[in-house]
């Protein structure tokens, strides 16, 4: 019955620590492609199709790049949020409030307004619709400890139908024929390109440098840390927690709202209700999977990008649901996140030592 | 023969990561008798008793119950073989009733029966002694009746072997009286009482024989009355210390901070602190004593700037401060330390290292958006070699030290500020018998240097010994101010309970006029 | 009016499955956000279940095996290895719609055999159904309502007037309390967070089986969410849970029902209610400041019995 006992590590040498990490992802990609198996099919063909269909071609990587921009910036955006232990699982509306934000500025601003100011202005749109749908959730967890995780989800979805209203009704372009849709942007609202692909990793870039040296190099940064880990020593320390908690989700959902805009001025070109595409989901895993560090942030997220685009690949390529990037995408994350336990937790076989010891006396 | 052993633990190891807690530690006790297992903080007395009481396991070792050799996996085990143990931090569900409490993990029938569970717990308090209303929530219970439940739930069980862990750390003098009327009680109903304790005088008063633990292993075990106090701490610290407190009387002695007529209600609108009113001046330390609960988180917190006061005024040298924040005090230029009860929970944050944690108060005086690490890396440095930190590094997460040198590093960030006031509450709380006295130390130095020390404590021994004078606080009240060369511990203790002090002007400064 | 109430209760018994189911896990002290994902896990393998057998009972247990098995697996990671509850939960939900969707891909549009919809069909109870007013509401529904009222009755009894319940309460309230008394905390965990995956699989299978029965990925579309809301809002107590299913119920069909009455308002606004008002319990549940409303006292922690 107590063969294994558990006791608490004191520390772990650092080597060990990658060991048992990148056990866990291992692990997690035989695993899935076990369940792969389960379905009849070839788990070594799935892996190399997706491998192929994300980074086999020029046009593929470009592809895998536009996708990882968007998750890379949610991420960011909810690693903010997640290091203050505020779950943010708000981002989906976030994103959906800073493409809204975008297209009043796209669509109601005279057209002969400059392209650079104009983009310029829908950015700042979007930062601040995106913002201000994460200040709300905020404000009322900071005045009364209102539980964040079902606010922030709840506006998810208020977000969302209340796009497809507009899209619906009040938006709805006149031009669009069977299928309502709100009205393409202006030629100078839409993202520039570079290098082949639209600015938006530019600011991606940006948003990790951001981060990073916000967290570690800021007051700020330092407050949302303490608050974090210790909510009580952030008030005996006279930190203004309310300001902060605000302050911390306003820049977590503004950076929310700049991928609504990236997304609509460089991909769709319009607002769409789902313009979100569940980015707000998938960036908590990879938020989480980064343990909330910018940097190891990007390197996950492109590697998402590239298990995404390669599920869209072989649904094409093969006739797969793409639906299997998804469940691979869960299942590394269940094994990460049950080899924490072996970080923290030390596991050994109980000798019968009691026993040994009658016998010897 | 072997009947008369209750408990037999022989070569008992338990290891945490690199803390050997217990190393090959002997203790016999019998039945019928109260047997005293004393030690410091940290000396692994309560370690080992969790492996009778089944919450841990031991390394290596044999444990036999009555003669009967037993391994323990779980707490369930531990409760059938007649063992209830009484923790120091009670384990009770706070929102159901006495009743409640003593029912869950019993076998019983499926569903509840309330009245003739309640005629049991009756029938159960009249034969000990002990006075319990079973219908009482536990959130409504005093610390004094929440030990008696504790007490009842394991004589519910069955329990012949009763282990009490510190009981008298949350007691005032007449309540621990009571309890050790209780003890004596069980003694003569054939019970073996196993007392947890780093209290002397009490080991002198209720045990029949004592052993000692330092540092992990068992010392010796002798016969209460054939020791003195002396030779127990010699046992228990390993040399012959002179353990005293020095204190030194100065003659200049301004007033600091004074309080007046404050009061702050708690989260149910009752009053926490009631028009409480006393200065504390310079040169000197200031104790505060009370049963738990009495109002002194919410002192020490409202004169923090954590606490809203609904009612009075706080001043420091003149100024009123009642309802400024930590952060305007910080501004203001007004130097005062808090040492909070909970170290790492409030004073610290236990993932960070010692440099994060210096940052915690210096930051907000750093112009500029940037954190600037490099003045606390040499402040981290400066503290720990100035009060012998015991750490890997400077780096390390704090909570990864021990309780004396987490303390330590509370300390010494409050102090390197150089501090006017000093406010600290439970300073010594869970240290051992060196890491206290180098505390009290510490604190004494800061009074020579003419820093008002507000010291609240629950020994009444240490603060008898180190305050210049006792404020006592009862139910949020402050019910007298001492001088601890006047008074016996008695008679703070009815001060504790609530009995008002006579002459109402301890307050005053010999010479100020007043006070005999 | 009648049938509006009726209505009221098929479209709140998905919710009252789930949100009993969750009340049992956080009674246990668990916060579980994978209600979505078990709902979806139940919904596609119970409709997977009713295609390959064309019978109920078979459809029924393959939703509850379904939800059951997404909870055995927040159980292992949260309980045996005390991983991150919040964390755990939204995984299992992000797993859960995934593979729902994977699943479901052959099956969509399809609806459900006859004899299982048949099986579902409103089942007036004699006698009861004759009972003026509250008779055609209550008791003119399908099996699945009937025993989604025994379910959150028994729950509520259990919990309340049982020493198992009692213990449950405890081991939720204050998990070293518990193991102090004896109470084998690992097991309560485990048992009870499998029995609220299998009653989120429950809520999901109605979804798909008898509420929409054609097969669509997004059958539960944030009623489980929902019911997450709901727990609070029911004090954590299963006959509340009931009264909260039911109004959250009638909310959603709400819109409906004003465009029928000639109201001209937006199809999406009115979708917005259920989610406004779920935000508005939540603000307001936090108001209450009761002792006796408060969640459980060790919910969403890790118990280690050995911890210093």
């Known amino acids: 019955m107590n063969l294994i006992r558990i006791s608490k590590r004191d520390d772990l040498p650092k080597k060990k620590e990658i060991v048992i990490r990148i056990l866990a992802i291992l692990l997690s990609i035989l695993f899935s492609g076990v369940i792969i198996m389960m379905f009849g099919l070839n788990p070594a063909e799935i892996f190399r199709s997706i491998i192929e269909g994300a980074v086999g071609t020029p046009t593929r990587i470009r592809q895998t790049i536009l996708t990882a921009v968007p998750l890379t910036i949610t991420s960011l955006g909810i690693i903010v949020a997640f290091k203050m232990k505020f779950w943010n699982i708000g981002a989906e509306g976030q994103i959906t409030m800073g493409a809204l934000g975008a297209t009043v500025i796209a669509l109601f601003l005279p057209e002969s307004v400059p392209a650079p100011l104009k983009l310029l202005l829908m950015l700042l749109a979007s930062m601040l619709f995106g913002g201000v749908w994460a200040f709300i959730p905020a404000i009322f967890k900071a005045k009364m400890g209102t539980n964040e995780t079902i606010f922030t989800l709840m506006l998810n979805y208020i977000a969302i139908k209340f796009v497809t209203y507009l899209q619906y009704g009040p938006w709805k372009d006149p031009n669009s024929g069977g299928f309502p849709r709100i009205a393409y942007y202006p030629d100078n609202a839409l993202l520039p390109s570079l290098f082949g692909v639209h600015i938006g990793w530019i600011i991606a870039v940006v948003c990790v440098a951001f981060v990073y040296l916000f967290i570690n190099y800021t007051k700020k940064g330092y407050e949302i840390t303490v608050v974090g880990e210790s909510l009580e020593t952030a008030r005996y320390a006279g930190m203004n927690i309310s300001q902060i908690i605000v302050t911390a989700m306003f820049i977590s959902g503004g950076m929310c709202g700049v991928v609504g805009m990236i997304q609509a001025a460089g991909i769709e070109k319009t607002l769409v209700a789902p313009i979100a595409n569940n980015y707000g989901f998938t960036a908590i895993i990879t938020a989480w999977l980064s343990r909330l560090n910018a940097v190891a942030c990007l390197f996950v997220c492109i590697a998402f990008a590239m298990l995404t685009q390669g599920g869209a690949y072989i649904q094409i390529a093969l006739g797969v649901p793409s639906a299997v990037a998804s469940v691979v995408q869960g299942t590394v994350l269940f094994f990460v996140l049950g080899s924490e336990f072996f970080l923290q937790y030390r596991v050994s076989l109980a000798r019968r030592a009691a026993q040994a010891k009658k016998e010897v006396a | ?516 | 009016m009648e049938s509006f109430l009726a209505a009221c209760i098929v479209a709140g018994t998905p919710l009252l499955f789930a949100t009993v189911g969750e009340i049992i896990t956080e009674r246990a002290g668990c916060m579980n956000l994978g209600v979505e994902g078990m709902m979806l896990m139940g919904a596609v393998m119970g409709f997977v279940g009713a295609l390959s057998t064309a019978n109920p009972w078979i459809a029924v247990l393959c939703a509850v095996l379904a939800g059951t098995a997404g909870a055995l697996i927040y159980a292992v990671l949260t309980v045996s290895l005390r991983a991150n509850q919040v964390v755990t939960g939204l995984t299992l939900t992000i797993f859960g719609t995934g593979f729902a969707s994977f699943v479901g891909q052959p099956m969509l549009g399809n609806m459900a055999p006859q004899e299982v919809i048949a099986f579902f069909a409103k089942t007036p109870i004699p006698g009861l159904s004759s009972i003026p007013v509250i008779g055609p509401i209550f008791f003119k529904q399908d099996v699945f309502v009937y025993f989604g009222y025994l379910v959150f009755i028994l729950a509520a009894v259990y919990i309340y007037k049982t020493r198992m319940g009692l213990n449950l309460r405890a081991v939720g309230e204050n998990t070293a309390a518990a193991d102090a008394s004896g109470i084998n905390i690992n097991l309560y965990k485990y048992v009870h967070i499998l029995v609220g995956g299998a009653l989120c699989g429950l809520g999901g299978a109605y979804l798909s089986l008898v509420r929409v029965p054609i097969w669509q990925s997004d059958v539960v579309s944030g009623r489980g969410w929902i019911a997450v809301a709901l727990v609070i809002f029911a004090s954590w107590n299963p006959v509340k849970a009931f009264f909260g299913a039911v109004l959250f119920g009638g909310l959603s069909i709400l819109g409906l029902r004003l465009q029928a009455m000639g109201f001209n308002v937006s199809q999406y606004l009115v979708d917005m209610i259920p989610y406004v008002a779920t935000i508005l319990i939540v603000i307001i549940s936090t108001r209450k400041k009761s002792k006796e409303s408060q969640p459980p006292g060790d919910l969403g922690n890790s118990y280690f019995r050995e911890d210093r």
């Open chain 2, 1 to 516: 023969m072997q009947q008369k052993i209750a408990i037999e633990m022989k070569g008992i190891t338990k290891t945490f990561g690199a803390l050997k807690a217990n190393d090959n530690v002997n203790l016999t006790v019998e039945k019928g008798e109260v047997h005293a297992l004393l030690g410091e903080n940290g000396a692994g007395k309560s370690t080992l008793m969790n492996m009778l009481s089944g919450i841990y396991t031991p390394d290596s070792g044999t444990i036999a119950i009555s003669g009967e050799p037993v391994a323990f996996t779980s707490p369930k085990d531990s409760i059938r073989k007649g063992i209830g143990m009484i923790h120091q931090h009670f384990k009770l569900v706070d929102v159901m009733t006495a009743k409640e409490n003593i029912i869950i993990g019993q076998p019983a029938e499926f569903f509840l029966q309330g009245k003739a569970l309640s005629q049991k717990v009756k029938a159960l308090s009249d034969q000990y002694g002990l006075d319990i209303d079973p219908d009482k929530k536990v959130y409504d219970m005093s610390v004094g009746e929440k030990q008696t439940l504790e007490i009842i739930k394991v004589l519910f069980r069955g329990a012949e072997i009763l282990i009490l862990d510190e009981p008298t750390a949350v007691l005032t003098p007449q309540e621990i009286r009571k309890l050790f009327r209780v003890i004596r009680n069980m003694k003569e109903q054939g019970c073996a009482v196993v007392i947890i304790t780093h209290k002397l005088n009490e080991v002198m008063e209720i045990s029949d024989r004592v052993t000692v633990l330092r540092k992990g292993q068992s010392v010796e075990t002798v016969v209460t009355k054939d020791v003195g106090v002396s030779s127990l701490i010699e046992m228990m610290v390993g040399k012959k210390v002179e353990l005293s407190i020095q204190k030194k009387t100065f003659e200049e002695r301004k007033p600091l901070l004074e309080l007046d007529e404050v009061t702050v209600k708690n989260s149910e609108g009752k009053d926490a602190l009631s028009n409480v009113s006393f200065t504390l001046r310079g040169h000197e330390i200031l104790g505060v004593a009370g049963v738990a609960n009495s109002g002194q988180k919410e002192l020490c917190e409202c004169i923090a700037g954590l606490a809203r006061a609904d009612k009075g005024r706080i001043y420091f040298e003149g100024g009123n401060i009642v309802d400024k924040t930590p952060r305007d005090i910080i501004k203001l230029g007004i130097r005062m330390g808090f040492i909070p009860e909970d170290r790492l929970g409030m004073g610290l944050v236990g993932s960070m290292d010692i440099v994060h944690n210096m940052i915690l108060k210096d930051y907000q005086n750093q112009p500029g958006i940037a954190l600037r690490r490099g003045p606390c890396v040499a402040q981290a440095r400066k503290i720990v070699k100035e009060l012998d930190i015991q750490t890997p590094s400077i780096y390390t997460p704090v909570k990864r030290l021990s309780g004396g040198n987490i303390q330590k590093v509370l300390l010494g960030r409050e102090i390197d500020s150089a501090p006017k006031v000093l406010i600290t509450a439970y300073a010594v709380r869970g240290l051992d018998i060196g890491a206290s006295y180098k505390i009290y130390d510490l604190l004494n130095e800061q009074k020579a240097k003419g820093v008002g020390v507000l010291f609240v404590g629950e020994d009444l021994d240490v603060l008898m010994d180190l305050c210049d004078r006792i404020l006592v606080l009862c139910h949020g009240e402050v019910t007298g101010i001492v001088d601890p060369s006047k008074v016996t511990k008695e008679d703070i203790g009815l001060l504790m309970t609530g009995q008002r002090q006579e002459s109402g002007d301890g307050d005053k400064f010999p010479g100020e006029g007043g006070e005999a």
